[in-house]
């Protein structure tokens, strides 16, 4: 089973990790410091003692005046103080200030160091020549210099950092005191309770979750509400012909007519519920093949018309010749749902018509009636299962429910349009072949 991981619990290791990268980046950053600013100091250690040389050489500065202008340029100010000789090894001569005696060790060009004043020094040697040069820097003069420039570095990047790690915790506790507060009000709710969500916090983000919440609560109890409904038609549906059977049954001249009226009532609505069920949940043994559309619809039209004739509303219907790819009793069953639900619907009807528009490799089957209609705002409900016009609509309301779910399984979709006056039923089907 795999490990739960909260919210906060991410927050905090988000909070830890930002907070040891600000630890680290300063120290990161002064070592990366320290290397440039040594470098940069000894580059210029190197650039005076050169200078220095050609001064000299080019007899700027004469041999007797050397001590004078060594103190004079270079003398202690605190902040940047240097240590300077100038020796020629073939005449002999020798100056320096700071009364640095002649120390006497490697001749070659480079990096030297050594100990005076109580002090450390650090830097430049140059022999070009006889002539002998070394500048040197006190070392703990430039480790302030390192100081000063790190420090000048540093502290901004800190300071971001420690307000980026407020900020940062501002931000967690914006989102998941809001979000620990919704859970808390879920928790506490009792399974009947079906009331929205207050919004509790400003955040968009957080806004959107309980919209969303609440657009689920709403559509479960507009699905509880229709269960409700369901079960109370249901009973109703069944109960009636159940009482007219008992009394039929129980008298001794029992009409079978009426009996078997009922029975095949009873049927109707089990059948009718049944396809419901399993078309919903994917139980539909669907048989697809190629079949002839009109062959199809042929005894449908047929029986329709016998019964639209009897409730006194004429039926057209005009069959084209032609194969689609589908399942023939599920398509009939479609047909024949819209057909019922016409007459049944269409109180103030007399006329009702089948016909078929053939565009390109597309067949279109139109159903319309010159009833009353259903209202634009109603129609896309009336496709939804157990959906009525009204409490006095005979029937369960599933009628347009399957046959949306058939037309779903033929790829395709019911459309719910106004025929002014009535309603007119579209379903277009693909994949047409000419029989």
């Given at each position: 089973m ?50 220095l040389?050609?001064l ?12 004078v ?5 270079f ?12 020796e ?40 070009q ?25 540093l ?15 501002v ?5 998941t005191a ?8 879920i ?13 509790i ?7 959107a ?10 559509g ?13 038609d ?29 029975v ?40 329709s018309?016998?019964?639209l ?22 398509i ?12 049944r ?5 007399d006329h ?60 395709s979709?019911?459309?719910l ?9 579209c ?7 000419q029989?």
């Amino acid at each position: 089973m795999k490990q739960q991981l909260k919210l906060k619990q991410l927050a905090w290791a988000l909070g830890i990790s930002i907070a040891l990268t600000a630890l680290i980046t300063p120290v990161i950053t002064w070592l990366a410091v320290d290397d440039e600013l040594s470098e940069l100091l000894y580059e210029d250690i190197q650039q005076q003692t050169q200078l220095l040389y050609r001064l000299i050489d080019r007899g700027h500065i004469a041999a007797d005046e050397l001590e004078v202008f060594l103190n004079e340029s270079f003398i202690d100010d605190h902040e940047d103080t240097f240590l300077i000789s100038v020796e020629h090894l073939k005449e002999h001569w020798y100056a320096s200030n700071f009364n640095l005696e002649r120390h006497y060790g490697s001749t070659e060009s480079g990096v030297i160091q050594m100990q005076h004043m109580n002090h450390f020094w650090k830097g430049y040697q140059l022999r070009q020549g006889d002539l002998l040069i070394k500048l040197m820097r006190r070392d703990d003069m430039a480790n302030d210099i390192k100081g000063d420039v790190t420090e000048d570095v540093l502290l901004p990047i800190m300071l971001g950092n420690l307000i980026s790690i407020f900020l940062l915790l501002v931000l967690l506790n914006l989102v998941t005191a809001p979000l620990n507060r919704l859970v808390h009000l879920i928790r506490q709710r009792h399974a009947e309770d079906l009331s929205e969500l207050p919004q509790i916090s400003r955040l968009t983000e957080l806004q959107a979750i309980t919209s969303s919440l609440n657009r689920l609560i709403t559509g479960i109890k507009e699905t509880l509400q229709r269960e409700k409904r369901f079960t109370s038609d249901v009973a109703h549906e069944l109960r009636t012909p159940l009482t007219t059977l008992k009394l039929e049954l129980s008298m001794p001249d029992t009409d079978h007519k009426s009996v078997r009226k009922e029975v095949d009532r009873l049927i109707h609505v089990v059948d009718q519920l049944l396809i419901l069920a399993r078309i919903e949940a994917g139980q539909w043994q669907q048989h697809c093949s190629r079949f002839n559309i009109r062959t199809a619809l042929q005894d449908v039209c047929q029986r329709s018309e016998s019964r639209l004739q009897q409730a006194g509303i004429r039926f057209d219907y005009a069959l084209s010749d032609f194969d689609i790819e589908g399942d023939p009793t599920l398509i009939s069953l479609l047909v024949e749902n819209l057909l019922n639900n016409a007459a049944r619907h269409a109180e103030t009807a007399d006329h009702v018509s089948l016909k078929m528009q053939v565009t390109a490799s597309r067949l279109r089957l139109i159903i319309e009636d010159n009833g009353r209609g259903i209202p634009a705002p109603k129609r896309q409900a009336m496709l939804e299962p157990f959906a009525r016009l009204d409490q006095r609509t005979e029937g369960l309301g599933l009628g347009l429910a399957i046959s949306q779910q058939i037309a779903r399984l033929h790829g395709s979709q019911l459309a719910l349009e106004d025929a002014e006056p009535g309603l007119r039923v579209c379903l277009t089907f693909d994949h047409l072949m000419q029989s």
